[in-house]
């Protein structure tokens, strides 16, 4: 564990009841760190997410925040703050109350709790609103209010969930923007929950991508979009024509071919996103199945020994008619090494 | 007939058989006359008067007070816990526990008040009032649970943990958040047990001893021996009262949404 760990998840088991949803996680977030979750729909990170929050209890091993080991300690006494999805603002409080009201369980004096609230309501620029009920905001102030009301408690970390998706996409850049704004700000520890690969790109330092309850591959958003390291990640960022690769040799279509070039020991596949793909010269052949236009650049579908090869190419060179015989490669230089292939 | 015809008229019927009554019990209770009758014989307010004069009526009426009051407060006490558990947590037999609950709807009253007569008053010696006090709260019971169960669900759990991580403990989450948004369910939930429980004949006809009487049966027994329009005007007041509740209810509550 390197000593910049500020908030570390250590063998951490998830459990509801008898299924397993987290196995044996292991992660380290440094302090002011705006960290990813990323995983289709069922892969862990929700719950791991709401064991750092000490809603969910783990069934095995250890969370430590800012030195202190916190798998124990109740939610209540976390300072950890959540911006739940729903938002989850009290329906019966003002703005204001809603606000206040954590504030005013610490016991803060009242003018300590005005002032606080005051000034994290005009940080999210809802100063206005703060006589309202949450019913009477849109779903976009609801969630400056949500956000509003976990910043005025100063969290050692902050948990979003799915933080942009139920906002339009202008409302996004929008929040994207603020968010990004506030962990500057404060510098809080923050944390997002997200399943949309384009959300957790624009917005995190640090991306852990999860599946089926483990890590699959961390990284900065350069490395997950460019260097994804697993079959899954490489297909979750884009790269259409994924193989696998067996003693140095391509597994496709009608048997192991050879490659140019020559590979780690440990790569156990190859990935090429369609715009890597050479079209008309190279060693392998293909007929041309379908192309489809899309403004900048024209996406063909090529029928080949090795299998379906989606290739694109600038739209301002010639079309291609279907039916048409192609030469093409997969530059081994140009694409993603995965490491794991399953 | 032209449903142009047919359909209001339908609703004429229903409506007149609905609320027909009232209006000749209001029609009888101002009676001049001495006896029970429709249409009513002259005009007077002789009849209104005497029903507070009627010492039995007073002491059956703060009877059925005090089981309505007392007994729909009892069934919330328990409903509101249940419906909570009910409605957050998967329990194992939870949905067993929701029919048990809601039995007292199904039972025939005349069955319950047999009962609890014949198997627990009259072998153990029971208290009636006590026995009494008991069997209103768990009529009134299913009520309080289903009318505090629909508000609970259009409730959402995660304000629960909002709370929670906003540094609040798991019950006073619930007492911050959840009881403040689910109140108007309770108070519905109040109105609903109160008139049920007011208005309840079969089970109290069995459990009745002496000086121990609810308004209605003891309506039905001076009805036996006095025939005279007093028990129309008693009638009229209560259905008054039931509709004054009823009205501010829906005013502040909007309590139709409940029921």
Redesign the interface.
């Known amino acids: 564990m390197s000593d910049a760990a500020f908030l570390s998840l250590e063998k951490l088991t998830l459990a509801y009841g008898d299924t397993v949803a987290v196995k044996d996680l292991d992660l380290s977030i440094r302090k002011g760190e705006l960290v990813a979750f990323l995983g289709p729909s069922g892969c862990g990170k929700t719950t791991t997410m709401r064991s750092i929050?000490?809603?969910l209890s783990p069934a095995s091993g250890a969370i430590r925040l800012d030195g202190a080991d916190i798998t124990r300690v109740s939610?209540?006494?976390?300072s950890?703050?959540?911006v739940?999805q729903?938002y989850?603002?009290?329906?019966?409080l003002t703005v204001f109350e809603n606000v206040a009201?954590?504030l005013r369980?610490?016991k803060l004096p009242a003018n300590e709790i005005e002032s606080k609230v005051t000034t994290g309501l005009k940080s999210v620029g809802l100063s206005k609103f703060s006589a309202r009920k949450p019913g009477e905001l849109s779903g976009g102030q609801q969630q400056r209010v949500?956000l509003a009301?976990?910043m005025v408690?100063e969290p050692k970390v902050l948990l979003l969930d799915e933080p942009l998706s139920n906002l339009d996409a202008r409302l996004r850049l929008e929040m994207r923007t603020e968010l990004q704004r506030v962990q500057k700000e404060t510098g809080v520890t923050m944390i997002f929950v997200t399943h949309d690969q384009g959300e957790a790109l624009s917005l995190a330092d640090r991306i852990v991508v999860m599946l089926n309850g483990a890590i699959e591959q961390i990284g900065t958003p350069e490395d997950i979009y460019n260097r994804p390291t697993s079959r899954f990640v490489a297909d979750f960022v884009g790269f259409e024509n994924i193989f696998a690769v067996e003693g140095g040799k391509l597994k496709a279509g009608n048997g192991p071919l050879e490659l140019s070039g020559s590979l780690p020991p440990d790569t156990a596949g190859l990935a090429w996103r369609p715009r890597m793909v050479t079209l008309g010269s190279g060693p392998f052949q293909g007929t041309v199945r379908g192309a489809s236009f899309s403004g900048s650049t024209r996406e063909y579908l090529l029928d080949t020994p090795l299998g379906a090869i989606k290739a694109e190419e600038d739209a301002a060179l010639a079309a291609r008619e279907t039916g048409t015989a192609i030469a093409f490669d997969l530059p081994v230089d140009k694409a993603a090494r995965l490491k794991k292939f399953g | 007939m032209k449903p142009r015809v047919f359909t209001p008229l339908v609703l004429f019927l229903v409506i007149g058989f609905l609320i027909g009554p009232f209006f000749i019990i209001v029609a009888a209770s101002l009676s001049g006359g001495e006896t029970l009758a429709f249409p009513p014989q002259g005009f007077s307010l002789q009849w209104v008067a005497k029903v507070f004069t009627v010492e039995s009526f007073r002491e059956s009426f703060a009877i059925s007070m005090l089981l309505a009051i007392g007994g729909t407060a009892a069934a919330l006490v328990l409903g509101v816990p249940a419906s909570y558990a009910l409605s957050r947590y998967k329990l194992p037999f939870g949905e067993t526990v929701r029919t048990i609950v809601s039995l007292p709807i199904i039972v025939p009253g005349i069955i319950v008040g047999l009962a609890l007569l014949r198997y627990i008053v009259v072998p153990f010696g029971f208290n009636i009032t006590l026995v009494l006090f008991l069997a209103h709260t768990a009529l009134v019971l299913p009520y309080a649970v289903r009318v505090v169960s629909a508000s609970l669900n259009n409730l959402r759990s995660d304000i629960e943990e909002a709370a929670v991580l906003l540094g609040s403990s798991r019950a006073g989450a619930f007492f911050r958040v959840v009881m403040p948004n689910i109140r108007s369910g309770i108070l519905a939930a109040f109105i609903l047990g109160f008139v049920t429980s007011f208005n309840q004949v079969p089970v109290s006809l069995f459990l009745s001893g002496p000086g121990v009487r609810t308004l209605p049966i003891d309506m039905l027994s001076y009805m036996e021996i006095t025939y005279d329009p007093s028990v129309a005007a008693l009638s009229a007041l209560l259905a008054f009262m039931s509709i004054g509740i009823v009205f501010l209810a829906e005013r502040f509550l909007g309590f139709s949404r409940y029921v």
């Open positions: 929050a000490g809603l939610a209540n006494k976390r950890v703050g959540l739940f729903s989850a603002l009290f329906p019966h009201f954590g369980l610490k949500a009301r976990s408690m």
